[in-house]
């Protein structure tokens, strides 16, 4: 068989295959181009824009919709939050904090530096005094003192000859200036006497770790840890629902691929598709040789 022969008879499947390749290769640009409709005299040309551009709004709600329905539904949701790797991520992040110097995650959580701490510190130190002071000034604590010390004296001194000198007319001449001068000393050098104290102490607490704190309550990490996993879960349980009616998926979806530009849409689709797509247009071509080697036998 001479060469132009064999090339005659090649020529019908190659010429299938070429004109397959280039069909689907323009099929599949036509998906994204035009990107804008051609109008001519006025009259929108057949076929612009191309599919995707002309059909991005439809395309999006769809999308959207499907992911709402089928891919993000409440059930999946709630178990990816409630998943063992989720809980064990959240107890993890709450001990890690409580592991920590009490002081410094306080300067942490509070977004400060340490010298805004020391003021809100020394501000909460001050009300505290206050408090305090002023608690102890309405609860008349001093007139309890000291009855209780005279109640004290009288049983211990009752049947001794100083009986006659610590008596109840004795005791009450001296209660009343007495508890007057506590009084006023409580009242004008109260919050001096109780800052240094309450200071000493909050550093001490400082000093330590929260899960050092929470030992002298007997609560252990374990016990904080499945503390916060039921929690967790509690929380997730009643919060789902509202999340989902306030974040509207679909719409979300929506919105965000009408927005999207052409070309980043473009580029989004080719990244996920391309191998598909380019074997389409391979496709074409082997079709398009099939047919042209048909051919040569009708």
Same mark, same amino acid.
Do not use: C
């Given at each position: 068989?001479?060469?132009?022969?064999?090339?005659?008879?090649?020529?019908?499947?190659?010429?299938?295959?070429?004109?397959?390749? $280039?069909?689907?290769?323009?099929?599949?640009?036509?998906?994204? =181009?035009?990107?804008?409709?051609?109008?001519? $005299?006025?009259?929108?040309?057949?076929?612009?824009?191309?599919?995707?551009?002309?059909?991005? @709004?439809?395309?999006?709600?769809?999308?959207?919709? !499907?992911?709402?329905?089928? *891919?993000?539904?409440k %059930?999946?949701?709630t178990?990816?939050l409630?998943?063992?790797?989720?809980?064990?991520?959240?107890?993890?992040? !709450? !001990?890690?904090? *409580?592991?920590?110097?009490?002081?410094?995650?306080?300067? #942490?959580l509070?977004?400060?530096?340490?010298t805004? =701490?020391?003021?809100?510190? &020394?501000?909460?130190?001050?009300?505290?005094?206050?408090?305090?002071?002023?608690?102890?000034?309405s609860?008349?604590?001093?007139?309890?003192?000291?009855?209780? &010390?005279? +109640?004290?004296?009288?049983?211990?001194y009752?049947?001794?000859?100083l009986?006659?000198v610590?008596?109840?007319?004795?005791? #009450?001449?001296?209660?009343? @200036?007495?508890?007057?001068?506590?009084d006023?000393?409580?009242?004008?050098?109260?919050?001096?006497a109780i800052?240094p104290?309450?200071d000493?102490?909050?550093?001490?607490?400082?000093?330590?770790?929260g899960?050092?704190l929470?030992?002298?309550?007997?609560? +252990?990490?374990?016990?904080?840890?499945?503390?916060?996993?039921?929690?967790?879960?509690?929380?997730?349980?009643?919060?789902?629902? !509202?999340?989902?009616?306030?974040?509207?998926?679909?719409?979300?979806?929506?919105?965000?691929?009408?927005a999207m530009? /052409?070309?980043?849409?473009?580029?989004?689709? *080719?990244?996920?598709?391309?191998? %598909?797509?380019?074997?389409?247009?391979?496709?074409?071509?082997?079709?398009? $040789?099939?047919?042209?080697?048909?051919n040569?036998? /009708?």
């Amino acid at each position: 068989m001479e060469y132009t022969e064999i090339l005659r008879i090649l020529s019908g499947p190659l010429i299938g295959a070429v004109i397959g390749y $280039f069909t689907n290769m323009i099929a599949v640009k036509m998906l994204f =181009y035009p990107k804008k409709e051609i109008r001519i $005299f006025g009259r929108r040309l057949p076929l612009t824009p191309g599919v995707i551009p002309k059909g991005r @709004p439809r395309l999006a709600s769809a999308v959207g919709e !499907v992911i709402e329905k089928h *891919l993000l539904t409440k %059930e999946d949701i709630t178990e990816h939050l409630l998943s063992e790797k989720a809980e064990k991520t959240v107890a993890d992040a !709450v !001990v890690e904090k *409580l592991s920590g110097n009490v002081r410094e995650e306080l300067i #942490s959580l509070s977004r400060t530096d340490s010298t805004s =701490y020391e003021q809100k510190r &020394m501000k909460l130190i001050n009300a505290l005094s206050v408090q305090i002071v002023g608690a102890l000034e309405s609860s008349n604590a001093t007139e309890t003192v000291l009855t209780a &010390m005279a +109640d004290a004296l009288k049983e211990k001194y009752s049947y001794t000859p100083l009986a006659l000198v610590v008596n109840e007319k004795t005791i #009450s001449k001296i209660m009343q @200036p007495t508890k007057e001068m506590l009084d006023r000393m409580i009242s004008e050098n109260g919050t001096q006497a109780i800052i240094p104290v309450l200071d000493g102490k909050l550093g001490e607490a400082e000093a330590h770790s929260g899960l050092h704190l929470l030992a002298q309550f007997d609560i +252990d990490e374990q016990s904080v840890r499945s503390a916060v996993i039921q929690a967790y879960r509690n929380l997730v349980v009643q919060s789902v629902d !509202v999340i989902l009616k306030s974040v509207d998926i679909s719409s979300l979806v929506e919105e965000k691929i009408n927005a999207m530009p /052409i070309d980043e849409l473009e580029r989004l689709v *080719l990244d996920v598709m391309k191998n %598909e797509l380019n074997a389409i247009i391979s496709l074409g071509a082997l079709i398009g $040789f099939v047919l042209g080697l048909v051919n040569l036998f /009708i």
